[in-house]
């Protein structure tokens, strides 16, 4: 194994951990200004009103998205077998 694949191996892990994430953390992010535009306007400051709702809605992301997920994780793991099989 050369120092090229083990490199183009960790690049393509981390596009896919990029891949999977960044869903979850934009919906996360969008949730959370919302309240606290939300916290804003009416003035309370209640610091866990933000922890159920986010919790709520990245539940439901991952119930909508984790199909997709888990083929892309599928893929990318069937990738790692071949090329391992290729080395033999």
Do not use: W
């Not at 934009?26 to 939300?38: E, P, R, Y």
């Not at 003035?43 to 199909?67: D, M, R, S, Y």
């Amino acid at each position: 194994m050369t120092q090229q694949m083990v490199l183009d191996i960790l690049r393509e892990a981390f596009t896919i951990a990029l891949r999977l994430v960044t869903p979850l953390l934009l919906t996360s992010l969008g949730v959370g200004l919302l309240i606290s535009i939300f916290q804003a306007a009416t003035q309370i400051q209640e610091q866990t009103l933000t922890f159920v709702p986010k919790f709520l809605i990245i539940g439901l992301t991952l119930i909508i998205l984790a199909p997709s997920m888990m083929n892309t994780m599928y893929d990318y793991f069937n990738l790692l077998f071949q090329n391992i099989l290729n080395l033999m």
